[in-house]
């Protein structure tokens, strides 16, 4: 756990000269997860945030027509209302098929003007990202580009 919370410090200090400052944390065990987030309540005071919670609330007062084109402003209102860096988790609700959206691409737009941070349930392998297996709908891939992507569990991507 040592490691994650070494290489987390490392790209929090790195992101804040680039273009996205995006933390991506891919298999975060639940005791490295409180870790991270108490250092960064001690540090800076910051929250972590339940999406699923949170944007399914606010997302209950649109049509289901309506919802894919709020998405962003609504996610930029949860964003922009979090302590500095923004953590984000429980994320699946962004992979919801009816919803349209292109996660990371929504995460990196957010991650122009704020630090984010992002526990992320699914596979880091050869400098690709993964949510879901192929065949469900949810299923995503996604190039490490322009972001930081941190393996919790390294050793299992082999």
Known sequence: MTDILEKFKTALQSTGDQYHRLIILVNCEERGEQEIVRLLKEDRNAESLNLNLELATRLLEYSIKQRPLKI????????????FPALLD??????????????????LSLSKSKTIVVFWWGALKENKLYYAEPGYPEYKSYPVHDFVAIDAQPQENL
């Not at 930029?76 to 209302?81: A, D, I, K, N, S």
């Not at 962004?94 to 349209?100: M, T």
Request: hydrophobic share 40%.
């Open 72 to 83: 962003t402003e609504i996610m930029e209102g949860l964003v922009g209302g979090t302590p």
């Open 90 to 107: 429980h994320i699946d609700i962004l992979f919801e098929p009816s919803l349209k959206t292109d996660t990371l691409s929504l995460l």
